[in-house]
């Protein structure tokens, strides 16, 4: 089993920055993909950025891209996804996901595992 918790979500004014933490315990392997999507009220889970514990590629939303990036630290167990420039329409509770099964993955359904979420609000 593994469980997530993320961690560093709030309010911020738009323009602002903020870093989002996912703690991973339990049975990990380097080949898992960490993701990070989000929701917004009356809205789908929505992929923002993904990245493989053991390699440095990452890819994105467009949406984000440019404005989010998402990092690891491999000794903590722990991904980040660090957020510039953001806007209202980030607004959001943001999930981190795990994935056992595919290369990039990008849809909820090929993730196996999730933490709790934390909001995130940007004003305008």
């Known amino acids: 089993q593994v469980q997530l918790v993320e961690s560093g979500g709030g309010l911020v004014q738009a323009g602002g920055s903020l870093r989002l933490s996912c703690a991973a315990s339990g049975r990990t392997f380097s080949r898992d993909v960490m993701g990070w999507f989000r929701q917004a009220p009356g809205k789908g889970r929505e992929f923002v950025a993904g990245?493989?514990?053991?390699?440095?590629?990452?890819y994105y939303a467009d949406s984000v891209k440019g404005r989010f990036t998402i990092s690891r630290d491999n000794v903590k167990k722990t991904m980040y996804l660090s957020m510039n420039s953001l806007k209202p329409e980030d607004t959001a509770v943001y999930y981190c996901?795990?994935?056992?099964?595919?290369?990039?993955?990008?849809?909820?359904?090929?993730?196996?595992?999730w933490g709790q979420g934390t909001q995130v609000t940007v004003s305008s």
């Open positions: 990245k493989r514990w053991s390699a440095d590629s990452t």
């Open positions: 996901a795990l994935s056992t099964r595919s290369q990039f993955p990008r849809e909820s359904y090929e993730y196996d595992y």
